[in-house]
């Protein structure tokens, strides 16, 4: 869907394949690593391993705190996997009901996902997030 925006829609496989093959390397050296330094046990029962690994780095009492970059780039990844996936929703949903411009769509579709993504909040925000983000949008 989002190839005719390419500036150069050819190399896409080529860019593709090597996107892929570089975070898959990422991701074997990073499990490696955690598995290496934190134990199998271990690693196996926390949820996000990388971030403990980080929290143990300590590079002559000078650079300690490194999780605070890991958290950052997590930020930054998942905004941008939203936006991408926001403006595909809208692109599609606009194609579909053939519509001229998907700009229209975007508020409605907007609400639909905040709305839809209170509903997954964990229990210990409980009632009083979700009746906040429902306030906020009336």
Not at 9 to 26: D, H, Y
Not at 27 to 42: E, R, S
């Amino acid at each position: 869907m989002l190839v005719p925006f390419l500036n150069r829609p050819e190399k896409f496989t080529a860019s593709l394949v090597w996107g892929a093959s570089v975070g898959g390397v990422i991701l074997i050296l990073l499990t490696a690593l955690c598995i290496l330094v934190l134990g199998i046990d271990f690693t196996a029962r926390n949820l996000y391993p990388s971030f403990v690994l980080a929290k143990k780095i300590s590079i002559g009492h000078f650079l300690e705190r490194v999780e605070v970059l890991l958290a950052g780039a997590w930020f930054l990844s998942i905004y941008i996997k939203t936006t991408i996936t926001f403006y595909i929703s809208a692109l599609g949903l606009a194609q579909t009901c053939e519509l001229r411009s998907y700009k229209p769509i975007t508020m409605p579709l907007g609400v639909i996902m905040v709305v839809l993504s209170s509903w997954n909040l964990p229990r210990k925000f409980g009632f009083p997030m979700r009746l906040f983000i429902c306030c906020f949008f009336l």
